[in-house]
């Protein structure tokens, strides 16, 4: 954060005049990086004033018959060519660079402007904002505080509203406030920091710059959205989460995720389990109660009330991927590598597995991971950053009560 802070006078435009696409992802409908992108808008920045310039809806940029750019083998194989095809699915891939090079093009497709940048934000990062602005007055009458945001922008918004283009309106109106008074400088500089330090660490906020040596420095720190890189000190998994619902089914879904590492091994090289625990909190009558606006009307084979998850773990480079067991017992999933910067040559190993849930069901997931050599250092996770999100350490289980891969 403290190495992306330096770039900031240029970035809003102290040297010439910049344009930022931001992409407002919507957790309610899971995507790697966090969410749909239902609303869109651009950003104008020079000399250090921010003005929102342009504002859209997915809906009104067009799903294009073929991948706007160049998608790697493995990101086809995994999240097929949608993720090139269509902007609320540009973030299937967890790898954020390629996620706002595939907007950055289709934005410039449709409207003919090539932005600076991308930015990516959710409405858990805007009520963490809203600390440091106060309550917001939108032009519906509708007050927007820290406290109502996530509620109101997640689910408010679908019981209001059955129109797409109603609800990308509500979005979009409830974006230029915010934009509104941060541009303005009618905030507590230290509450915004602090705010955006958070944000930043859950991986809520997220920004790619077109321009190479910016985007050097950003690719290196919490708010550049890259695959988890592992250290001496440090092996990083990570955790991302796709929704298969095709609807807004989010809000009701509660995330653990934990890991553990053990050694069993003669030569030292530990086993590695990556935990994930779903539960679908709709209630019992969910298909009933919730509007179709939520639950969706089961165009996508999915029950209304239910939620389908696509859970896809990344093991560190490296590591052998030793198998997937769900509520204890081997379950069959779809081993494969992903290869997202290939002048690197790293390639990550993958496990993934589609889960659904009905309402009040819950289920637990553990995918082991053999590690490439000794390590006796931390393991930590990074995680799609989901509405209801826990980090749960996990207890260390010994050699005589493995799972069996």
């Not at 699915?89 to 996620?99: A, C, G, I, K, Y």
């Not at 408010?156 to 541009?183: H, I, K, M, N, W």
């Not at 050694?263 to 709709?282: K, Q, Y």
Request: proline share 7%; charged share 15%; hydrophobic share 40%.
């Amino acid at each position: 954060m403290n190495s992306a802070v330096q770039l900031l006078p240029a970035m809003v435009g102290a040297t010439e005049p910049r344009n930022y696409l931001v992409l407002f992802q919507n957790p309610a409908e899971l995507r790697s990086t966090g969410g749909l992108s239902g609303a869109l808008a651009v950003v104008h920045a020079e000399n250090g004033r921010l003005q929102l310039t342009q504002q859209a809806g997915a809906t009104e940029l067009p799903i294009f018959d073929t991948p706007v750019l160049p998608l790697p083998p493995e990101t086809l194989a995994l999240y097929r060519d949608r993720t090139g095809r269509y902007i609320g699915d540009v973030n299937l891939t967890p790898n954020f660079p390629l996620s706002a090079e595939l907007a950055r093009e289709m934005w410039n497709r449709r409207f003919g402007v090539q932005v600076d940048g991308v930015l990516a934000i959710d409405p858990v990062a805007l009520s963490y904002l809203l600390t440091a602005t106060g309550p917001i007055t939108l032009p519906t009458g509708d007050v927007l505080t820290a406290d109502n945001a996530v509620q109101l922008l997640l689910t408010g918004v679908y019981e209001r509203f059955s129109v797409p283009l109603q609800q990308d309106a509500f979005f979009a109106s409830a974006a230029a406030s915010v934009f509104s008074t941060v541009s303005a400088g009618d905030f507590s500089i230290g509450g915004m920091l602090a705010a955006l330090e958070r944000a930043g660490a859950e991986h809520r906020v997220l920004l790619w710059s077109a321009h190479p040596d910016e985007q050097a420095v950003l690719g290196a720190t919490s708010l550049g959205g890259t695959l988890p890189v592992s250290d001496a000190q440090t092996v990083r998994f990570g955790v991302y989460l796709n929704d298969a619902t095709g609807a807004k089914m989010g809000t009701f879904l509660n995330v653990q995720v934990g890991a553990a590492q053990r050694v069993c091994r003669a030569d030292g090289r530990p086993t590695n389990e990556v935990e994930v625990t779903l539960t679908n909190t709709a209630p019992a009558d969910a298909a009933s109660t919730l509007p179709v606006s939520i639950t969706g009307d089961g165009s996508f084979g999915v029950p209304r009330g239910n939620i389908k998850t696509l859970v896809t773990v990344y093991g560190a480079p490296g590591m052998e991927n030793l198998g997937v067991s769900r509520d204890g017992a081997p379950v069959g999933y779809h081993p494969t590598t992903d290869s997202p910067y290939p002048a690197t040559g790293v390639s990550y190993p993958v496990s993934s597995l589609d889960v659904e849930l009905a309402p009040g069901q819950s289920t637990r997931l553990t995918f082991g991971w053999l590690g490439a050599e000794p390590f006796d250092g931390n393991v930590v996770t990074e995680i799609t950053p989901a509405i209801h999100l826990e980090n749960k350490k996990i207890v260390e289980k010994n050699c005589e009560t493995a799972v069996l891969y």
